[in-house]
């Protein structure tokens, strides 16, 4: 699975957007990009993914670059809440030789402050 | 649906001695994951199962034995507690389908004196 690099840590004011890079120079075309967060110690949460165009849900969007060696999450409305560890991952899909092992790097601290 | 459940939720141990977790999940989840976390660091995978009956070595496995005799159970045994065993440990399962959003439980906390 690809390397990816994240800033250790952020600042965001609340109710402002929250925007994450992430590096992902060597990723590879069947690699998807994944976010998950981990809020205080507690069990990660999955945020969204994607392979090239750009996704959002309820949570979050996604932006990858058009040549996907970076990416962007986005919290378009940070809340105290949202403070946590996010990880951005890079990995094949889980049918496939994957088999959806995710291997966690430090993460980005992302601190919201009133 | 509980989701993904780990028991216990804390637990010391002295060192030599023998314990076992246990990860449930009722999502008829095929794939299921044990991680450690140590202060500071991310998780890392120790031992993964992608069905029933089989069970495979991650990352960092040494130290440690697993189960899946049944398909919504993962058990993660630890024959010989060391104190570099203290850590947070978190189960966590997906379909085994094309989507991978892992489900994490909410981890069990290992103290080994």
């Known amino acids: 699975d690809a390397k990816t690099t994240q800033p250790p840590s952020m600042d965001c004011a609340e109710g402002r957007a929250a925007n994450l890079p992430c590096n992902h120079s060597t990723i590879s075309g069947n690699e998807y990009v994944y976010w998950y967060r981990q809020i205080h110690s507690q069990g990660p949460q999955y945020i969204i993914h994607g392979l090239k165009n750009n996704e959002t849900n309820e949570m979050a969007s996604l932006i990858i670059t058009e040549d996907r060696k970076s990416s962007t999450l986005i919290l378009p409305h940070a809340t105290l809440r949202d403070t946590a560890v996010y990880y951005c991952?890079?990995?094949?899909?889980?049918?496939?030789?994957?088999?959806?092992?995710?291997?966690f790097g430090q993460g980005t601290i992302l601190t919201v402050h009133p | 649906n509980a989701g993904v459940t780990q028991t216990p939720k804390f637990r010391v141990l002295k060192t030599g001695q023998s314990m076992t977790l246990l990860c449930a999940q009722d999502?008829?989840?095929?794939?299921m994951y044990w991680y450690r976390q140590d202060p500071g660091m991310g998780l890392r995978l120790i031992h993964y199962s992608v069905g029933e009956g089989t069970t495979a070595k991650g990352e960092v496995p040494d130290g440690y034995n697993v189960s899946r005799l049944k398909k919504q159970n993962f058990l993660l045994g630890l024959e010989s507690a060391a104190p570099s065993q203290t850590s947070v440990y978190f189960c966590a399962s997906i379909s085994g389908g094309s989507y991978n959003e892992q489900f994490f439980g909410p981890g069990t906390r290992l103290t080994v004196l």
């Open positions: 999502m008829n989840h095929e794939y």
């Open positions: 991952i890079a990995l094949t899909n889980a049918g496939g030789t994957s088999y959806g092992k995710l291997t």
